[in-house]
């Protein structure tokens, strides 16, 4: 189980404000946009000031409100007739945009170090492409875990919580990104094999 899985009861709580939305003429497309707007922008603030480790107590928030407008569009697009083939590029390309953007600034930050933030990042990116790649053979857009973009979300944003408080870093920074890259390679291996299970 995943925190996608979570995801029917997430978009219940959402839909009277979805519907607000719709009847304002707000589209899924504009909502997406926005969403990868934001993320972009507020990924160059951490970029550009690491030291400030406060600024990160803000990505467990906007993770949070990301999701519910990646639950948004989807909604508008689905429930109110908006969904389009611009849309549905639109939503794949922003999602691996904004996620590049809200991992790139852990870079900049001493422990890390560029490269296991970087191998995350392009697994991050394989994972939703061999997800996308499932229906070029027969199967459904594969979601799989154990790290796919809601669990991707939550780990980011337990991990931004813990650098803005200050947490001791020397315990557990030195191994994090390994570990988030080896449960990357897990699930694009799981959703090579959904797929292809399915698609049999």
């Known amino acids: 189980m995943t925190i996608y899985d979570l995801k029917p009861r997430f978009q219940a709580a959402l839909r009277p404000l979805v519907r607000g939305l719709a009847a304002a003429g707000v589209t899924a497309n504009q909502v997406t946009i926005a969403a990868c707007a934001l993320s972009v ?82 697994l991050a990116t394989l994972t939703e492409m061999t997800g996308t790649v499932a229906p070029m053979v027969g199967a459904t857009r594969r979601y799989d875990g154990p790290l796919g973009k809601s669990d991707r979300a939550f780990a980011f944003g337990v991990l931004g919580l813990a650098i803005g408080l200050g947490l001791p870093p020397a315990a557990w920074q030195a191994w994090i990104f390994p570990a988030l890259a080896v449960l990357l390679a897990l699930t694009v291996a799981n959703r090579v094999r959904a797929a292809l299970r399915e698609a049999r």
């Open 41 to 122: 922008a507020l990924g160059a603030a951490l970029c550009a000031w690491p030291e400030r480790r406060a600024l990160f107590l803000l990505l467990p928030a906007f993770l949070f409100v990301r999701m519910a407008l990646n639950a948004i569009d989807g909604m508008l697009a689905r429930e109110f007739a908006q969904a389009s083939k611009l849309g549905a590029f639109l939503n794949e390309l922003a999602d691996v945009v904004s996620d590049a953007a809200l991992y790139l600034p852990f870079a900049f930050l001493p422990h890390f170090g560029w490269l296991p933030v970087i191998l995350v990042i392009l």
